[in-house]
């Protein structure tokens, strides 16, 4: 992969957080970002790049909105914590958005950049922490 930049493999193994359609959205934001990575490091027009990441950042809001009603229908204890961490990803995103409207292909590279690490970590460890509370609620919602 051209410059460093890693890309996100869905594994079942290591990503799933026990709710399917949690899990097929991740592996969705997965490949929208595979796919911004490769844009920005080809020579692809810019429009097309601002059509990946608009999708993406719509994308993602509707995902993080979803999982959010999951936690609450399985009453996680730690909804409000974690929503706090999915309202920080979202501003940060959209300040990183509004400097890649200039077209700049850094300017890309620096939220594929920040969207990987995010991602990775963020269902590692945050959304592990909710997977004992879907499997309580398994078939119930
Ligand atoms: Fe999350």
Known sequence: MADGMEQLFWNEKKYSV??????????????LI??????SSEM???????A????LLEYSQEHLR????????????????????????????????????????EATKDIVTFLNKWW?????AEDMKYRPAIEKMKGKI
């Open 44 to 50: 692809i027009d810019d429009e097309m790049i601002m």
């Open 52 to 55: 990946i990441l608009e999708e």
């Open 34 to 39: 595979n796919q911004l990575s490769t844009a």
């Open 120 to 124: 990775g970590q963020h269902i590692l």
């Open 66 to 105: 979803y999982e959010e009603e999951v936690m609450e229908k399985c009453n996680y204890a730690d909804l409000e914590n974690h929503k706090q961490q999915h309202w920080q990803y979202l501003e940060k995103v959209s300040a990183l958005s509004v400097s890649a409207m200039g077209a700049e292909k």
């Open 18 to 31: 026990g709710c399917d359609t949690i899990d097929q959205q991740h592996k969705q934001i997965f490949g």
